[in-house]
């Protein structure tokens, strides 16, 4: 894998951090919604697995782009927490599972930007030379 496929990889997981961020943000403001039921995205592995295919490339602007990060995030129904069940009102907002999924999210940026921030250093010091 060169670093420049590496680069590429670190953005669409921050995209992907970027959808599944305002998919548990929703969750969380419609915690007292009745019959909200909690939603997710799909796992990063399969979003890469979706996008290992090779794709036509645009040869010109007006071209119509087919390979877009919001094809291939699919928002689901989150399973049901068996700690909380459905509630009363038919929600099934579990605030402590979104606040774990908050940080994770958290985590898995700053993994990810921190990667990114040695590899682009690691780059200079060779251009340097």
């Known amino acids: 894998m060169s670093s420049i496929e590496l ?12 959808v599944r961020q305002e998919v548990v943000a929703g ?14 995205v ?13 794709a036509m490339a645009r040869t010109h602007p007006g071209h119509i782009a087919t390979n877009s990060m919001s094809d291939e995030i699919d928002i689901k129904e989150s399973k049901l927490n068996q700690e909380i069940g459905v509630q009363e009102s038919g929600n099934t907002v579990s605030l402590t599972a979104e ?19 040695s590899f682009h250093s690691m780059m200079l010091l060779t251009v340097r030379r």
């Open 7 to 18: 680069f590429a990889l670190a953005g669409r997981q921050a995209q992907w951090l970027s």
């Open 42 to 54: 799909t796992p990063f592995d399969a979003v890469l697995d979706k996008t290992q295919n090779m």
């Open 27 to 40: 969750n969380i403001a419609n915690a007292n919604t009745p019959k909200f039921k909690a939603k997710d």
């Open 99 to 117: 606040m774990t999924k908050t940080g994770e999210i958290k985590r898995q940026y700053e993994l990810g930007a921190g990667l990114v921030k």
